[in-house]
Every structure is written in C-alpha cells, then in structure tokens.
C-alpha cells in the first residue's frame, strides 16, 4: 500500500479546525467533505462545538475512538504545530495543513514549518501543504473532496498537480465547463513533504490515471534526480503523459554573468531543459494545459507527423494549415486512389486534396464519407475535422459520424467545431465520446503537435554510451594550482590544459609580454599565428580589439603586439595586462559553442549551439542538465536550427559530429568532476570535416567555490 493512499483514499478522515460558522474555510472543508458524498468516516475536530452539520463534535483528535487515516488542519501555524503532535500521537498515516502563514511569510512561520516537516518525517507520515487547497478523489468509490472548492469535478483519466490553491478553484469551474473529469486533484503549496516528483510516482502507478497536468512555480528537487525519474515515467511500455505549465519566466538574472554562457542561460531556460529531458510536454497558458490533456488523453498516438485537414470553410483551413506546420506537422499528400474516392463523395466545387473542403451546405454523409476515405490513406497519420456552422449544418449527425469512425480508427481524430450555441450539442456529444474537440482550429493543430511530440518522444533512437578515459586527477591538480594563485578566472593557457585532460583537442600557445618574445614565440609555433590580449579583466577580447588571425611573418607580430597591447589599454585604461597569447592558428572548420554555467539548486546546465561573435545576437543555443550521455547530446546537437550547417547544408561536407557529442560529454564530465567550475564558454569551438575531429579556439572558465 503507497503511502499516499492515506491522502487519496482515507478510510477516515479528521477535520481539526472545523468551524461551526458557514463561510470560513474549517467550516466549508467540512460540508465539502460530508456533502460530497464521502465513502469513508468523518469526525470534526472542535474543542468549542458539540456538533458541527449536526455531525458529533471531538474535543482532540486523540478522543475519537476509532482510528484515522487523514487529518485535515485549518489552524493557524502555532495551533497547527500542536495539532501534528496530537496527530502523531494518534497514529494517522497523512497530514494535509490548509492554513497559511508559514514558509511563505517567513520568520516564525518558516521555523513552524520546518518543525512540523521533522516531526512528520520521523514519524513516517506523509505531509502536504501548508498553504494549499486541499486534495480532490471523484472515484465513485471514495467521492472525496478535501478541499475549500465547492465543486466536485466529475471522475476521469486526468490527475492535477497545482502549487498554487487559488488556480486550482478557477481549473476546476473551467474543466467542468469544458467537460473534463479527473482522477485525482490536489494542490501542495509550501511542499513542505510530497511535491511533484512524490505525485508523479503515484500517478504513474495509478491504473486511473492516463495523463498528469502540472501547475508549477519551482521545483524543488534537484534536476538530475527529477529528470532520472521522470524519464522513465513518460518513456517505455507504460508511459504517462505529463504536461506543465511552468509561472516566472522572467530571466533578469542572467545579466550579470560574466561568460556568453551565462547570460544566455535564465531559469526558464534551466526549466526547458529539465522539461525536455523528462519528456514533459510544456505550455504556455491554462487553455493549453487543457487542449493538450485531451488530446493525450485520447490514447491515440499518430505514426508520423501527415496531418489530413477536413473543413466546410476554406479560411479555417488555411488557419489550420498554418499552425501544423508551426506545429510540427506537414499537410500529407493523398493517394491518386484517396482523390479518386473523393470525387465519388464530394460536388465539383469541393477541393479534393489537402486540405480538403466539403463546402458549406455539408451534410452528415458527406462528412462521413470524407473522413472514412482520408483516414483510410496510409499516407495519413492523424485527422483534423473543422465544422463551421451554416444554416445547413448538421453539427449533431455530423458528431454521431465522427464518433463511429472514432470508435475503430487506430488513427487520432481530433475536431474544432467552431463556435459556441449553434455547435453545442454537438461538441457534448463529441466530449461524451471521448473525441477531443476544440473552439478554434488553430488550438486543435497545437494539440496534434503535442500528440506528435510525444510520438517523437517515444520513439527516439536510444544509441549505446561513449566509452571516455579523462585525467580527473591531473585536472585537479590544475584547478588547485589556479585556485591557490588566487586566480578564478581561466584563460586559455590554463583552460587549455585543464581540457587536454578531457580529451579536447588543443592548440600551442605562450604568453608574449614583450614584441620580441612573441616573435620568438611564433617562430616556434609556426606561421600563420593568432594573437590575443590576455587579462582577467578582459573577458570578451573580440569586444576591446584584442584578437588577430592569420598573422604570417615577424614585422607583422610585432605591429600586433603593440597594436593589441594599445587597443586593450584605451577599452579598459585600468585592467591589468599579463601580455599577449601567440597561438596555432586553428584550421578552418564551423563555429559552435560549447557552455556551462552552474546554478543553485540545479547544478550545471551545459549549453550547445552556433558559435562566434554573434551567439548573443542569434541566441540559437539549447541547455541540458544531467544525466547527459550520449542520447541527450545527439539530440541536444540536432535541435538547435543551424543544425543543418553542421550536417551538410547545400553540399557543403559533414561535419564531425561524433567527436562534438564526446566533447559535449567529456564537458558534463569535467564539471561533474570538478564543481568548482561555476562558468564556461569554449567560443568558437571549430568542427572539422567529417573524421578529422574538432579544435578548441577560445576558452574562458570562472572558478567559485560551491556554497
């Protein structure tokens, strides 16, 4: 038995702080609860009533003979810490505190919290809350609504997971407007105790549950843990579809970091990461959480990414042909015998192919016929039928027919019956068949595209790990010389060695403090050479002048020099200058870039994408988190939309990707290995033809010790 059981399905439930007086929360808890048809006991907790909806009234929860599963608390903080230990003492098995006034306001609330927290968890009890709505179980058989909502959602195949208990009294009247129903509803507040990933292993157990919705303001595992679990949750045999919808997307914070990396890499974009790692389908809006549980809730999954679109209306077709291929999808082409069906069905005015248009005065069989055929194509892979209503739509018959076809078809069906009174009977027939239908078409389309998401998802190619040997010791020892030197930033001479010992592929370099050294240096090295001022408080040399390629002969490496030394001393009149870097001047391949930066609570997020000057101006880069082994960073790599400039756009060579995916992994490494790294861009990173490997061009690292 999970021990959340006690939450969802108590077989007795204790209500301390029940009211007697209509309108406060202790009070309405517990009429939600008796009048909501509870399959279990009830006993409210008031040491100052007899009797509270003529229901006998116990002066502790230690009086009531019988035992108790769930204790519900509507008491203030310091009254609450009192109930938990009487609870305690009882024996429940869960705590769900409704009250506010805790971590969210900080001082003694916070420490009440905290004790409560430790009491609960040496005692093996679970906690949700405080500050929360309640917990919600419709199942006929238990009909549990613990919560400060009025309304009882009907049972369905959707679980809920909100932090937020105000959002959840607004989902609640909006999914019953739309007809939803929902297996288990529960909002978690402070999370003192259970939070998402405890819910998201409970539902994914749970044979009521097919799809989980997610309210979310931070996660407060860590994300390789989150991310760990909730993988294997949302992939293999048993899948369960998991959308969020992720409040506080601003990324002000990263302004004020010192690398490419760091000011790219914002907490929503840690939060993409983590979602799409998870295999969690993200959203941007409530209508959206909604739109695509439908649709997953379906259980129908589309093959590929053909949509066929079905309309008596040519400008909502065109809506609809726009947002699949915004979508993700692509309009299939039909079969010469598909087109030769239709002609038998459709009046010479209609449009034949895709998208196809019945015309207005569409009837039941004509929509019947259509979408039999069209589904019937192997070329096929999901439907889209739009019905507008016209004086001569039958949106009900039309319904019926869409339902039968629905019944067999293995294919997704999803419908935007356009409108609001003139439809309404049709969509309800629609909703009570399980076909997922939508207002506009465009909110349709999306839903495929979240459908196909998750195909893709399903479906990925899983390759066998890279096998890599790294020198941690001997980077150690570079990161604690650096470190002893009082040096936190890196530059390329130390940066360089550190990755040597990660088996990137480095250039010669040396330090020139005077024009005579660095020509010594460069004839060394050999011509052509690149110089570059070196300073710590110079981090972004392009940006002070301070780089020059190609340089071929010694009369020009002196000019550099003093040319270079000139130029960084009028950008920043008081940096302190260490001299000039000579280096191997790189052979020529694509600029990526290669990134970390390491943020609290969440570790490191390594970033990938388009290198050079103007990976600021583009911003086509993607973050991941770990776990990242080979799988993540193939996929990492084929995201990013210059993808194809590595892979051989208009006839250019290929590059060499498998040695970029080891250097993605050796650098989640290196950082796992030494998390002292707190920022890192190696920028550009050239990749060379296909088997001829990589290059490290720049390199810049931030050391700071983790808190």
């Not at 207005?360 to 004509?366: I, K, L, P, S, T």
């Not at 609001?420 to 009570?432: A, C, N, R």
């Not at 530059?491 to 550190?498: A, D, I, N, P």
């Not at 790294?677 to 001829?692: A, C, Q, R, S």
Request: aromatic residues 6%.
């Amino acid at each position: 038995m999970d021990k959340l059981d006690a939450i969802f399905a108590p077989d007795s439930i204790a209500v301390l702080g029940a009211s007697t007086q209509k309108g406060k929360v202790g009070h309405d808890i517990f009429a939600n609860i008796l009048y909501g048809g509870y399959q279990g006991t009830l006993y409210p907790v008031n040491p100052k009533a007899k009797s509270i909806l003529s229901v006998k009234c116990y002066g502790s929860i230690t009086d009531i003979p019988d035992p108790v599963d769930l204790a519900m608390i509507i008491l203030p903080p310091r009254l609450s810490l009192n109930a938990v230990e009487t609870c305690i003492a009882k024996g429940v098995k869960g705590v769900v505190i409704v009250s506010a006034g805790f971590k969210e306001v900080g001082g003694e609330g916070l420490e009440i919290e905290k004790k409560i927290q430790n009491m609960c968890r040496e005692a093996n009890i679970r906690l949700v809350g405080p500050n929360c709505l309640g917990v919600i179980n419709p199942a006929p058989s238990v009909s549990l609504n613990a919560s400060f909502s009025k309304r009882m959602p009907s049972a369905g195949n959707i679980s809920f997971i909100s932090q937020s208990g105000a959002l959840c009294t607004a989902v609640l009247d909006f999914a019953a407007d739309k007809g939803f129903g929902f297996s288990k509803f529960i909002s978690i507040g402070n999370k003192a105790d259970v939070d998402e990933l405890d819910l998201l292993r409970y539902y994914h157990k749970d044979p009521n549950t097919d799809v989980v919705m997610i309210y979310m303001e931070e996660l407060s595992r860590s994300a390789e843990e989150f991310i760990s679990e909730v993988r294997e949750m949302t992939s293999g045999i048993n899948p369960t579809p998991v959308i969020v919808i992720k409040s506080g997307t601003s990324d002000a914070g990263a302004a004020a970091a010192a690398s490419h990396t760091g000011s790219l890499a914002g907490s929503d974009t840690i939060y993409d990461a983590i979602f799409e790692q998870s295999g969690i389908i993200r959203c941007h809006t409530v209508n959206e959480l909604f739109d695509y549980a439908e649709v997953l809730a379906s259980k129908k999954v589309p093959q590929g990414d053909r949509i066929a679109i079905v309309t008596n209306a040519g400008g909502p077709g065109i809506i609809a042909t726009d947002m699949s291929e915004h979508s993700g999808l692509k309009l299939a082409v039909f079969s010469e015998e598909t087109i030769k069906e239709l002609h038998k069905y459709l009046p010479p005015t209609a449009n034949f192919h895709n998208p196809v248009d019945v015309i207005g005065d569409a009837a039941r069989d004509r929509y019947e016929n259509t979408l039999a055929t069209v589904i019937s194509d192997p070329g096929v892979d999901s439907v889209l039928i739009i019905l507008t209503p016209q004086s001569m739509t039958d949106a009900v018959g039309t319904a019926e027919a869409i339902v039968k076809i629905a019944r067999s078809a293995v294919k997704p069906i999803v419908c935007a019956f356009m409108g609001v009174v003139d439809v309404s009977d049709g969509v309800g027939l629609l909703q009570k068949n399980h076909v997922p239908v939508y207002q506009f078409p465009e909110s349709a389309a999306r839903a495929l595209g979240a459908l196909y998401a998750q195909t893709r998802w399903l479906s990925r190619r899983v390759l066998p790990q890279y096998n890599i040997e790294f020198d941690k010791v001997k980077g150690e020892a570079i990161i604690n010389e650096c470190m002893e030197k009082g040096m936190t930033v890196l530059g390329e001479l130390e940066g360089s060695r550190l990755l040597k010992c990660y088996g990137f592929n480095v250039l010669d370099m040396e330090i020139a403090r005077s024009s005579e050294e660095a020509v010594r240096i460069a004839e060394s090295i050999g011509y052509p050479v690149v110089m570059k001022i070196v300073s710590s408080q110079i981090l972004h040399k392009s940006d002070a002048g301070g780089v020059k390629v190609g340089i071929e002969n010694s009369s020009d490496v002196v000019a550099t020099f003093n040319m270079i030394m000139e130029r960084a001393r009028a950008y920043k009149p008081d940096a302190e200058l260490d001299g000039v870097l000579v280096q191997q001047m790189a052979k020529q391949g694509k600029e990526v870039i290669l990134g970390v930066s390491r943020h609290p609570g969440f570790g490191h997020a390594v970033m990938f994408g388009l290198g050079g000057i103007f990976v600021e101006l583009y911003k086509d880069v993607v973050f991941r988190m770990a776990p990242m082994g080979r799988n993540v960073v193939r996929r990492m790599i084929k995201s990013i939309k210059g993808y194809p400039i590595l892979n051989g756009f208009r006839g250019e060579p290929k590059t060499d990707i498998e040695t970029l995916e080891k250097n993605l992994v050796s650098l989640r490494a290196m950082v796992k290995n030494h998390p002292v790294i707190k920022e890192l861009d190696i920028n550009p990173l050239f990749v060379h033809k296909e088997g001829e490997g990589t290059t490290v061009a720049d390199i810049i690292i931030k050391l700071e010790p983790v808190d």
